[in-house]
């Protein structure tokens, strides 16, 4: 074969390629594609490991910015309340008991699962919050990185908040923070994702658990919170997540008699709901409330987290042992 044919034939191959994928490209248009229907996502709560129903049996829509349909969401009654309570409780001694170190690092492993799912959150923060893409970007890396800073409090608080006191006499006395218990946390109706995030990991690092109720009208990022979590480390119970009306499921959080503390801040904002009334049915069991925020709800971005969330839900013990002689 001459130069000159191999070079013909050499020509015409390209343009075979074109023609097939020309024609491929014209049988995937989408005016000849089939139609689909619309897979209409219904989610479930989140306790004890396990996604429930809601034993109503009820559920709502929730819609974007626009008012376009997103999901259907659980409406959670007391009953779910109350499981989510008792689940909170079997677990908290487990998640107390487990060394500081080990806390830190079943929390990093969650914030490793939350940049994996980063695309979805930031579609779920873009729609639900009426934000660009861009904004959802910051919003959901802020989110991550907070996580991860809270995540490495867990070995280190005790350090900051514990203390050697001097005393009179041939013993050691020793300060230290120990967590509360179960906590309630009304999650933030406006940031759906980053003030939720401020608002359960600095619950979580001591080795509280907590029962958290979501955004009413933005609970898609919670949820999807939840799924990383149950492919995590962090063990059934330490998180339980509520979804529905603030107004039906915050009183019965509030009044709880084996919750030990709530955090309100999701109180503002939300549809008939007077934060002064929870904190006066959290008053019959002495829980230690953290208020909302004065005012308008913050942006969350600033100002930097410090560790005042964290040992807002912590108690602290005092022991004394003898030095010997």
Known sequence: MSPTKIRETGSHRPEGREQ???????????????ERLDVRKTYKLYIGGTFPRSESGRSYEVTDSRGRFLANAAQGSRKDARDAVVAARAAFKGWAGATAYNRGQVLYRVAELMEGRRAQFVDEVSRGEGVTRARAESLVSAAIDRWVWYAGWTD?????????????????????????GVVAALAPQGSSLLGL???????????????????????????????????????GGVVNLLTGRT?????????????????????????????????AAAADNLKRVLRPHDGDEPTWLTPPPGPARILQFTETKTVWHPKGT
């Open 20 to 34: 097939q994928e020309g024609n491929e490209q014209k049988a995937a248009s989408p005016s000849q594609r089939p």
């Open 197 to 235: 995030v401020s608002v359960i990991a600095p619950i979580l690092v001591t080795g509280n658990t907590v029962v958290v109720l979501a955004s009413e009208k933005r609970p898609l990022p919670a949820v999807t919170l939840t799924e990383v979590l149950a492919t995590s480390d962090v063990p």
């Open 156 to 180: 280190k608080v005790a350090q900051v908040a514990g203390n050697a006191n001097p005393v009179a006499g041939p013993y050691f006395n020793l300060s230290v923070p120990e967590p509360t």
């Open 247 to 279: 107004a039906e499921v915050a009183p019965w959080l509030a009044s709880h008699a084996d919750v030990n503390a709530i955090d309100l801040t999701g109180a503002a904002g939300a549809d008939g709901v007077v934060w002064a009334d929870l904190e």
